[in-house]
């Protein structure tokens, strides 16, 4: 569950008295999530929700993912679209920290995926990335080379606790995936987390993509790797199918070069090391008995076993 800050009815009045939306009817936690607080909240006008930004987000980080968002919802793309407060401004605060009110998307994620999911992932991430193309503000990726760095090698012992000879191949990983990454590929703002999780359904049609709080600028084929890892495996293994449905159905909409496309086992490598750092951390760093259930670095350390041995973008149904 992922309600780190719990709001008395005081706390939600001074809020709504900061918006135009009417009065709060209901405001319940949401269990599900992992990095912020979010509440569904009720008013006269419709359903909303609220987030109260915790943990890794930088408030200073706040106003490019509300422009992300906001820019994404006025070219139509199903992202939600930030409310804006009284004053004008779409960032408020509630309960000392900072937070946001956004629309309310219809559907839910999928608990199950197949090769027509991925397709439908792949030709959003395309329109997403098109959409925020010439987007003028900036965030640098902090979860990069140098991020994972920083998170994983002070915890490879906790990596070899969790799986004897892990900690010498993820340090093989983080020197060879740095050496061959490219910088020359197109790069523009990305979503950086659109696992299943984040991507609603209204039968087999994409209604909503969420949670754009790892937004940043980076390589738009990375954005696709990331897809590659959090979509196209059956447990350990990669399937070719549902990896080629997710390429074709992205490059369909924004065609993909020769070197994003040679490129993509190196960033599905680094995709793969990027979240195996932030679950490795959360794995040691979650108390016992929290409220919020960490997800398995090791879930990752397979993937990272496939990407190892993957040696052209064919492998991965390019
Ligand atoms: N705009 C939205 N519309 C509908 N539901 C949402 C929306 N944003 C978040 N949610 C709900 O809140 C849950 C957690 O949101 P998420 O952004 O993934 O949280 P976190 O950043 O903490 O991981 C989602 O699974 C979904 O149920
Ligand atoms: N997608 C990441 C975790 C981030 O959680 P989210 O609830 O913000 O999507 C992972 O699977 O490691």
């Known amino acids: 569950m992922a309600v780190y800050t719990t709001l008395s009815d005081s706390d939600v009045a001074a809020l709504m008295a900061q918006y135009d939306i009417g009065n ?22 419709g359903r909303f929700i609220l987030t109260l930004f915790e943990k890794r ?3 200073t980080d706040l106003p490019f993912f509300m422009g992300v968002m906001e820019r994404l919802a006025a070219r139509r793309f199903p992202a939600p679209m ?20 956004v629309s309310f998307l219809d559907g839910v994620w999928p608990r199950v995926w197949n090769g027509a999911h ?5 030709d959003a991430l395309a329109r997403m990335h098109v959409a925020l193309d010439g ?26 606790a969790l799986r004897p000879g892990l900690a010498a191949e993820v340090a093989r990983d983080l020197a060879e995936v740095r050496a061959a990454w490219p910088s020359q590929l197109p790069r523009g703002a990305i979503h ?16 909503g993509v969420i949670d754009f709080y790892f937004a940043c600028t980076d390589l738009l084929a990375y954005d696709l790797a990331a897809c590659l890892n959090a979509w196209c495996f059956d447990g350990v293994r990669y399937d070719l199918e549902r990896g080629r449905a997710m390429i074709q159905a992205y490059a369909n909409v924004r065609p993909l070069s020769a070197g994003e496309r040679a490129a993509l086992p190196v960033l599905a490598r680094g995709a793969a090391l990027r979240f195996f750092a932030t679950r490795l951390t959360d794995w040691s760093t979650t108390p016992e008995g929290a409220t919020v259930t960490p997800k398995d670095p090791l879930e990752y350390a397979d993937k990272l ?9 064919a492998d991965y149904g390019a």
């Open 192 to 207: 950086a987390d659109l696992f299943p999780d984040n991507a609603f359904f209204v039968g087999d049609q994409l209604s």
């Open 118 to 122: 991925c397709a439908a992932i792949g």
């Open 82 to 101: 930030p409310i804006a407060a009284r004053s004008g401004s779409h960032l408020v605060r509630v309960a000392g920290k900072p937070a946001a009110i």
């Open 57 to 59: 987000v930088s408030e």
């Open 135 to 160: 987007f003028e503000q900036t965030r640098a990726n902090r979860l990069s080379i140098d991020g994972w760095e920083t998170l994983i090698k002070p915890r490879l012992s906790e990596a070899e």
């Open 305 to 313: 076993r496939f990407h190892r041995q993957a040696q052209r973008a």
């Open 24 to 45: 709060a009817v209901t405001c319940e936690g949401i269990a599900e999530g992992v990095e912020n607080t979010n509440y569904k909240l009720t008013t006269p006008q």
